[in-house]
Structure formats: C-alpha cells, structure tokens
Nanobody
Framework: QVQLVESGGGSVQAGGSLRLSCAAS????????VGWFRQAPGKQREAVAS???????NYADSVKGRFTASKNNAKNTLSLQMNSLRPEDSAMYYC??????????????????WGQGTQVTVSS
C-alpha cells in the first residue's frame, strides 16, 4: 500500500523560509516521478516542482530561484526547501507520485498517489 506523508508546513512572514518533507512508503523514489503541488482556496491545484526517477527537477515559473526540490532515494523521502516566501505562496501543499519514466507530468490527474497535505501560510 502506497502512503505519502507530508510534514513541515506552518506560518511564516513574507521573506521567510520553510522546509517541507514527504515520507514515501510502498514505492521507491528511484522508479517514480515525485512532485509537489499546491492548492489555494478557490483555485485549482497547480504543480510546484517535480523530480523524475532519474533525478531531474522542474519548477513552476513562479517558484524558480526560490524553491528547491530534492529527494533522498536511500530514505525514500523528498523535500521542498522554500525561501523568500510570498503571501501568494500560501496554500495547502501536497506531495504526489506517478509511475512515469522520463519527464514528469505536470497535470495533477497524471499523479496517482497523494499525501494528505500540509498548510503553508505566509503573512505580509
């Protein structure tokens, strides 16, 4: 049974940093595309960052240069380091996994497994 469990969300002032973590079980990060998505109230879920099975990362334009996604294959975990946070980064953040080789998909519907989410709130 696949399980993804996020942690590390919280409240921070604009310009601050947070680090999100996701522990995966029932799958191996060496064979899955793993990614981070976010959803703010009234908005669609959007891709934030992804890491392919080979370790290639992609980022949404809105977070490039501020967020860094990484994974630890030995521990089957992934992380999202978020710096220079802005109020518009406030959302529920989810980690997700897709059994895809090569380039990771960007549509939420292409990811089969999801965590429960962790809230990030950035105040101005």
């Amino acid at each position: 049974q696949v399980q993804l469990v996020e942690s590390g969300g919280g409240s921070v002032q604009a310009g601050g940093s947070l680090r999100l973590s996701c522990a995966a079980s029932g799958l191996t990060t060496t064979t899955y595309c793993v990614g981070w998505f976010r959803q703010a109230p009234g908005k669609q879920r959007e891709a934030v960052a992804s890491i392919s099975s080979a370790g290639n990362t992609n980022y949404a334009d809105s977070v490039k240069g501020r967020f860094t996604a990484s994974k630890n294959n030995a521990k089957n975990t992934l992380s999202l380091q978020m710096n220079s946070l802005r109020p518009e980064d406030s959302a529920m953040y989810y980690c997700a996994a897709a059994w895809v080789w090569g380039v990771c998909p960007v549509k939420p519907g292409d990811f089969r497994y999801w965590g429960q989410g962790t809230q990030v709130t950035v105040s101005s």
